[in-house]
């Protein structure tokens, strides 16, 4: 059974130094950008978190993307 996926939605998260805790732990602060086109290229999101980043005064630790997903069985 052939299962295909389609991408429905996307968001680009971009995870910034929050500090540290009172044990001394690192913590972050993550910010989410919705209605990420599903057909952009790893490169131009990539592109658009470094274009956001200088305008928080943390330093940027990740960037991320979530997608949802429909999944249909084909023939």
């Known amino acids: 059974m052939a299962v295909n996926k389609t991408v429905v939605k996307r968001s680009l998260v971009l995870v910034f130094n929050d500090g540290t805790d009172a044990k001394g732990n690192a913590k972050t602060k993550n910010i989410s950008f919705g209605d990420v086109k599903v057909d952009a290229q790893p490169e131009q999101i990539m592109t658009t ?3 956001f980043s200088p305008l928080y005064k943390a330093q940027l630790v990740d960037v991320y993307v ?3 997903a ?4 084909g023939a």
């Open 66 to 68: 979530t997608e949802s």
């Open 49 to 51: 978190a470094s274009a």
């Open 70 to 73: 429909a999944l249909t069985t």
